[in-house]
């Protein structure tokens, strides 16, 4: 005679957890690693400046520009001169109620004349949010 009566001569059918964790698990590392992979800088590299305070962290989207050592312009990894990183940045905060923030990621060889043009060329467009990008000590 059966215990459960519903299922004459059957065990009564379970659900198996340790799989079913398993691929809960599986489908959390996967996403963490998405996450982590999607979280990108649209820069050019560059040999960046060392400070002793923290790196930008928690920003969703910047608009970066860079400055290399031989003072070549990038507005992400667009190469730009001065008057077409002006003119997309008046284009940015036309378009925007709250522009993202302007980070400036110079080399640490870059001429210091050509990274005061280029903040001075974000103050004069508007910017508010202006960061220098740098790495930690």
Same mark, same amino acid.
């Given at each position: 005679m059966s215990?459960?009566?519903?299922y004459p001569g059957e065990e009564r059918p379970r659900i198996e957890l340790i799989p079913m964790i398993d691929?809960?698990?599986?489908?959390?590392?996967?996403?963490?690693?998405?996450?982590?992979?999607?979280?990108?800088?649209?820069?050019v590299s560059v040999?960046?400046?060392?400070?002793?305070?923290?790196?930008?962290?928690?920003?969703s989207r910047i608009l970066n520009?860079?400055? !290399?050592?031989? *003072?070549s312009l990038f +507005?992400?990894?667009i190469?730009?001169?001065k008057a077409g990183i002006q003119r997309a940045l008046s284009m940015e905060l036309k378009r925007s109620p709250?522009?993202?923030?302007?980070?400036?990621?110079a080399d640490r060889g870059a001429n210091v004349q050509r990274l005061v043009d280029i903040l001075d060329?974000? !103050?004069?467009? *508007?910017?508010?949010? +202006?960061l220098i990008r740098t790495e930690s000590r």
């Open positions: 215990v459960f009566p519903e691929v809960m698990f599986f489908l959390l590392v996967v996403f963490i690693f998405l996450s982590i992979s999607l979280m990108r800088v649209d820069a040999s960046l400046p060392d400070a002793a305070s923290h790196p930008l962290t928690g920003k520009i860079t400055i !290399r050592k031989d *003072g +507005l992400g990894k190469r730009m001169n709250s522009p993202e923030p302007v980070v400036v990621s060329l974000c !103050r004069s467009v *508007g910017v508010s949010d +202006l």
